[in-house]
């Protein structure tokens, strides 16, 4: 016996146990560099993006960034809060799409003139930094497999 068998369940299934004796509220999810990059991704969007929208855009466009921003660290979140691996990495996965929506959305305000060049490059590169570290963070759980 390990001393990390009191983390899991059976060899089998793999599910992670709280281990009462060490467990640490500072650590959760916002402890998590992926969670605090997407996190500045969602303010970039909310601070920078959504305000340059037309009224028009505010039941499509406008929408869409607010429930792709909040789903990306919520996603990130609920799997840290999952036990079985796989069910964590299923919800980072998620989180993944919504930055690939956003970079969607980034490109389409750009297109239709409602952002210049230098908001797209920023929010990009922000985008792609955290979907690096996700990435990364994914591969991470893979590997405790």
């Known amino acids: 016996m390990s001393e990390h068998d009191e983390y899991f369940e059976s060899d089998e299934v ?11 509220t500072v650590k959760d999810f916002t ?4 969670w605090q990059k997407v996190r500045e991704v969602k303010l970039f969007f909310y601070k920078n993006i959504l305000p340059r929208l037309p009224k028009e855009e505010k039941y499509s466009l406008d929408i869409q960034i607010r ?3 909040v789903s990306s660290t919520a996603n990130i979140a609920e799997g840290y809060g999952r036990f079985h691996y796989q069910e964590s990495i299923h919800f980072y996965r998620i989180s993944r799409g919504s930055l690939c929506e956003l970079k969607d959305h980034l490109i ?11 908001m797209v490059d920023k929010g990009q590169d922000l985008i792609e930094s955290a979907k690096v570290t996700l990435n990364g963070y994914i591969n991470y759980i893979k590997r405790k497999k």
């Open 14 to 24: 793999m599910e992670v146990m709280e281990p009462v004796n060490e467990y640490k």
């Open 31 to 34: 402890s998590l560099k992926a």
């Open 67 to 69: 429930k792709a921003s």
């Open 108 to 118: 389409s305000c750009f297109d239709f003139g409602y952002i210049e060049q230098d």
